[in-house]
T-cell receptor, first 115, second 110 residues
């Protein structure tokens, strides 16, 4: 079974631009969660989507948004990029919304650099 | 949100057992204890999880204290490929929101 895939793997953007990152979950998984990883803040939860609905959201500004499509693929968007948005963006998929009892599977991440 | 406390770093010798501790004194009754690890330049990888009873799988064992305020991840024979950051996370049973801490950086010496 194919794992979680994320595209692109690397991205360089300029401050003020916007960016869209994509995540394809494992086949059959309906939940997709997004995380931001930086050296200073570590891994931080951004939001989770299940059946095309945002179910849970972390403490990030409104510049960070996402969506999920009917095939469970998800995209996240960051508008008006700031230097501090440079990070590794990870997505994780799970087959269920009630995740505490089940494992999540992470993709390799998209490395975003904002200059 | 309940938090976890782990040592910043630990060292182990290859082929010896490793015990990675985690304190979670504010754990609630519905929190599952999860362990993930992250190898360099990769996304986190699931290791093991449990609720109340000790758990074993092909990768590791999870020992949970009777009062559930602490747990220990046991790698039975460390290999060089086990060098990674290990995260102990409490995850509620009703969502997929995982709050990662700083984790423990495990170094395995040959």
């Amino acid at each position: 079974k194919a794992g979680v895939t994320q595209t692109p793997r690397y991205l360089i953007k300029t401050r003020g631009q916007q960016v869209t990152l994509s995540c394809s979950p494992i086949s059959g998984h309906r939940s997709v969660s997004w995380y931001q990883q930086t050296p200073g803040q570590g891994l931080q939860f951004l939001f989770e989507y299940f059946s095309e609905t945002q179910r849970n959201k972390g403490n990030f500004p409104g510049r960070f948004s996402g969506r999920q499509f009917s095939n469970s693929r998800s995209e996240m968007n960051v508008s008006t990029l700031e230097l501090g948005d440079s990070a590794l963006y990870l997505c994780a998929s799970s087959w269920t919304l009630f995740g505490g009892a089940y494992e999540q599977y992470f993709g390799p991440g998209t490395r975003l650099t904002v200059t | 949100d309940a938090k976890t406390t782990q040592p910043n770093s630990m060292e182990s010798n290859e082929e010896e057992p490793v015990h990675l501790p985690c304190n979670h004194s504010t754990i609630s009754g519905t929190d599952y204890i999860h362990w993930y690890r992250q190898l360099p330049s990769q996304g986190p990888e699931y290791v093991i999880h449990g609720l109340t009873s000790n758990v074993n799988n092909r990768m590791a064992s999870l020992a949970i204290a009777e009062d559930r305020k602490s747990s220990t991840l046991i790698l039975h024979r460390a290999t060089l490929r086990d060098a990674a950051v290990y995260y102990c996370i409490l995850s509620r049973g009703d969502n997929n929101d995982m709050r990662f801490g700083a984790g423990t950086r495990l170094t395995v010496k040959p």
